[in-house]
């Protein structure tokens, strides 16, 4: 069972604008959340996490936020630039599974001049 | 400060055979997991290895084992090849109990014919 998802298989933006990407899980044991950015032929880079106990957190250009009531997750990258194009996953761990990264199947941003 | 390495980059094997991939982790870290990735998909977990024993394991066979070396490098075995084994193998590393926060290294892809 995918307990996360992430429905918009590709984004597209343009290059200043502002990139929302979307997440949603359905496990309430989930309490801590990462987003990770990869390009082709490499491995995942880690971008930002959040703890449950926060409802926002912010890094440079992203800002992870998290509604638990909705079990709903954003990333927001502002502004958008050409070398974010890449895929974006989120991903979910919880205390009881300390260390299992659960993934959604990813976002394709591509950024436009 | 090397990241996470894994070896081979490439390999091709044909179905019945076995395999081993190997993967060295981030300076520092003492924990090491293995997710598999199929096309079109985000990266799957397989099992995580921590002072030499498996902690944590994911939704595969026991064609799937592993083994964690006292210098903390790792191995992922499969044994039986079927097609669908075909895939890109990540793994990642991690210090254990301090952080959620893994970081991944280039992934090896193997193609079963």
């Known amino acids: 069972d995918q307990q996360v998802k992430q429905n918009s298989p590709s984004l597209s933006v343009q290059e200043g604008r502002i990139s929302i990407l979307n997440c949603d899980y359905t496990?309430?044991?989930?309490?801590?959340f990462l987003w990770y950015k990869k390009y082709p032929a490499e491995g995942p880079t880690f971008l930002i996490s959040?703890?449950?106990?926060?409802d926002k957190n912010e890094d440079g250009r992203f800002t992870v936020f998290l509604n638990k009531s909705a079990k709903h997750l954003s990333l927001h990258i502002v502004p958008s630039q050409p070398g974010d194009s890449a895929v974006y996953f989120c991903?979910?761990?919880?205390?009881?599974?300390?260390?299992?990264?659960?993934f959604g199947a990813g976002t394709q941003v591509v950024v436009t001049p | 400060d090397a990241g996470v390495t894994q070896s081979p980059t490439h390999l091709i094997k044909t179905r019945g055979q076995q395999v081993t991939l190997r993967c060295s982790p981030k300076?520092?870290?003492?924990?090491v997991s293995w997710y598999q990735q199929a096309l079109g998909q985000g990266p799957q977990f397989i099992f995580q290895?921590?002072?030499?024993?498996?902690?944590q394991r994911g939704n595969f066979p026991d064609r799937f084992s592993g083994h964690q070396f006292p210098n903390y490098s790792s191995e992922l075995n499969v044994n039986a090849l079927l097609l669908g084994d075909s895939a890109l193998y990540l793994c990642?590393?991690?210090?254990?109990?301090?952080?959620?926060?893994?970081?991944f290294g280039p992934g090896t892809r193997l193609t079963v014919t």
């Open positions: 496990n309430s044991m989930f309490d801590y």
């Open positions: 300076s520092g870290h003492d924990t």
């Open positions: 959040i703890s449950s106990i926060k």
């Open positions: 991903a979910a761990s919880g205390s009881d599974s300390w260390g299992k990264l659960q």
């Open positions: 990642a590393s991690s210090v254990q109990g301090i952080s959620y926060e893994q970081y």
């Open positions: 290895y921590y002072e030499e024993e498996e902690r």
